[in-house]
């Protein structure tokens, strides 16, 4: 059964840095591609990063230039590097792993920034 764990969420101050970490188990994630998604209060999930099993990556506008996304598939993790954080940041953040979509989901992490 595959499930997913993130972890490294926490609380932090305006222009700070948090690294969020997935790590995959019950199966062979190196062709997958690996997501982060975030819900913050009132709205729907969306988008943040993936990473291609081929290593190719894709930002969201509002992430580009402040996240990294990479991945370890000798572990079957996949991180999230956050520097510069804003307050609309604040959300509970997925990760998620695929194919051709997203079939599998963490539960979350909050991410809580404050100004």
């Known amino acids: 059964q595959v499930q997913l764990v993130e972890s490294g969420g926490g609380k932090v101050q305006a222009g700070g840095s948090l690294r969020l970490s997935c790590a995959a188990s019950?199966?062979?994630?190196?062709?997958?591609?690996m997501g982060w998604f975030r819900q913050a209060p009132g709205k729907e999930r969306e988008f943040v990063a993936h990473i291609a099993g081929t290593g190719g990556t894709h930002y969201a506008d509002s992430a580009k230039g402040r996240f990294t996304i990479s991945r370890d598939n000798a572990k079957n993790t996949v991180h999230l590097q956050m520097n510069s954080l804003k307050p609309e940041d604040t959300a509970v953040y997925y990760c998620?792993?695929?194919?051709?979509?997203?079939?599998?989901w963490g539960q979350g992490t909050q991410v809580t920034v404050s100004s």
């Open positions: 998620a792993v695929g194919v051709t979509s997203y079939n599998y």
């Open positions: 019950g199966g062979t994630f190196n062709t997958y591609t």
